[in-house]
């Protein structure tokens, strides 16, 4: 087992536990930074694949300028988590992963997917199908919706990267409606170009994996880059 890396004076560090998030499965914390900012933080005691996949996937949709936050590896120390009365088996001090809180937003209701401009809904379908995203999805798309900015944003990618999905995204995805328009002939050589485009990212992403993430996680490199490198559609 390789040893935990520390921080540096780089690192971002949290500074403070205001609460927690309850809606989603992980349970983020909500937390303020050493740089000022407010994120919601994730972390696991014991399968790190979620802390991965998030990571992995929130910095491609970066990659990409996919309406993702900003997010970043930050390190709980084990004595505020100490201090604090979120504790529980699965909440461990250390490497953490966090997302940049987006301020007045709610669950996208998909009554305005409408709003969204064509090809924004189609570079999403496209994306979450290149990840394996099965939980985008009408009840729990997993995206936050700024009404006045009519601003959408990607969140919680923890049930991405399998070799299999576990639905598919031209059945239950949200904007499923565009699947035929997003692989169609006009479309599809733009589409995977574009995807492929995010390639160019995949080594300084993983390269930012604290090695502890991959533990127990060996081949999880080896097959996320087989998944991203597939034949698409």
């Not at 996937?57 to 390190?75: D, F, G, H, M």
């Not at 998909?110 to 999403?124: F, T």
């Not at 099965?134 to 601003?151: G, T, V, Y």
């Not at 299999?164 to 050589?189: L, M, Q, Y």
Request: aromatic letters at 8%; hydrophobic letters at 35%.
């Amino acid at each position: 087992m390789q040893h935990e890396t520390q921080p540096t004076e780089e690192s971002i560090r949290i500074t403070e536990i205001q609460g927690r998030e309850t809606s989603s499965i992980l349970r983020p914390l909500e937390c303020r930074a050493s740089d000022g900012n407010r994120y919601f933080i994730k972390t696991r005691r014991s399968d790190k694949n979620p802390l991965l996949c998030e990571w992995v996937c929130s910095k491609l949709a970066q990659a990409l300028e996919l309406p993702c936050p900003p997010v970043c590896i930050a390190w709980l120390p084990k004595e505020l988590l100490d201090e604090s009365n979120h504790s529980d088996y699965d909440l461990v001090a250390g490497w953490s992963f966090g997302s940049l809180a987006v301020d007045f937003a709610d669950t996208f209701p998909k009554a305005v997917a409408n709003q969204i401009p064509d090809d924004l809904r189609l570079r999403v379908l496209a994306f979450d199908h290149w990840i394996h995203n099965s939980d985008r999805r009408d009840q729990n798309p997993n995206l936050l919706w700024q009404a006045r900015e009519k601003q959408l944003w990607l969140i919680d990618h923890h049930l991405t990267l399998s070799p299999d999905p576990v639905r598919k995204s031209s059945d239950t995805h949200i904007f499923r409606e565009d699947w035929n328009t997003c692989w169609g002939n006009n479309n599809a050589d733009e589409i995977i170009e574009w995807l492929r485009g995010g390639l160019d990212e995949l080594d300084g992403i993983f390269a930012a994996i604290p090695p502890e993430w991959l533990n127990a996680q060996e081949d999880f490199l080896t097959k996320t880059r087989a998944l991203l490198t597939r034949r698409l559609p």
